[in-house]
């Protein structure tokens, strides 16, 4: 089975702008996660969505936000970047059972860099 | 308010030696606890879990070992070989609503010497 994959793997962009990041779960995962990674912060949890929903939701601002399509797929988008927002994305992935206990697949992650 | 913490940010071992990583949780809803492993460039790799109706689970040179009554868990690895440098995360998971969310520690960096 492929694993989670993530597009684009490099960014850059500078403030003001607003960026779209892409997931591709493992196939017949039907959950996926975001998170940021920035140095000495850890994972901090964006967003989950299930079945073309937002299931649950960390603490960031509006600017944040994301969709999944149908096939599961999902988006990441951030408007009026600031140069706070230059982390790692990770996009995670899980069968998505509910209220479920499931371990959580990573992607590879996207590196955004704001000028 | 950090509700898992992993307070060593780094931790050098000799080879064939123990790696034993810490981490504390404030929260007492969690009722899952994760390792995840990650290596520069890419996203965190599953390593062992445990649920809280355990204190110990075992997987190959992986052991995680669970306090409930401290809040603490511990990961430890025996023995150490070089290619376990890389940064461990611990996680924990809780139900949030009526789903689950996995709150992350922010990581010890492991650096296994040969």
């Known amino acids: 089975k492929a694993g989670v994959t993530q597009t684009p793997r490099y960014l850059i962009k500078t403030r003001g702008q607003q960026v779209t990041l892409s997931c591709s779960p493992i196939?017949?995962?039907?959950?996926v996660s975001w998170y940021q990674q920035t140095p000495g912060q850890g994972l901090q949890f964006l967003f989950e969505y299930f079945s073309e929903t937002q299931r649950n939701k960390g603490n960031f601002p509006g600017r944040f936000s994301g969709r999944q399509f149908s096939n599961s797929r999902s988006e990441m988008n951030v408007s009026t970047l600031e140069l706070g927002d230059s982390a790692l994305y990770l996009c995670?992935?899980?069968?998505?059972?509910?209220?479920?206990?499931?371990?959580?697949?990573f992607g590879p992650g996207t590196r955004l860099l704001v000028l | 308010d950090q509700q898992v913490k992993q307070n060593s940010p780094s931790l050098s071992v000799q080879e064939g030696r123990i790696s034993i990583l810490n981490c504390d949780y404030t929260?007492?809803?969690?009722?899952?606890f994760l390792w995840y492993k990650k290596y520069p460039a890419e996203g965190p790799t599953f390593l062992i879990s445990i649920s809280s109706i355990k204190d110990k689970n075992e997987d190959g040179r992986f052991t995680v070992f669970l306090n409930k009554s401290a809040k603490h868990l511990s990961l430890h690895i025996v023995p150490s070989q070089p290619g376990d440098s890389a940064v461990y995360f611990c996680a924990a998971s809780g139900l949030s609503g009526s789903a689950r969310q996995l709150t992350f520690g922010s990581g010890t960096q492991l650096t296994v010497l040969p």
């Open positions: 196939s017949g995962h039907r959950s």
């Open positions: 929260n007492s809803m969690f009722d899952y």
């Open positions: 995670a992935s899980s069968p998505g059972g509910l209220a479920g206990v499931e371990t959580q697949y």
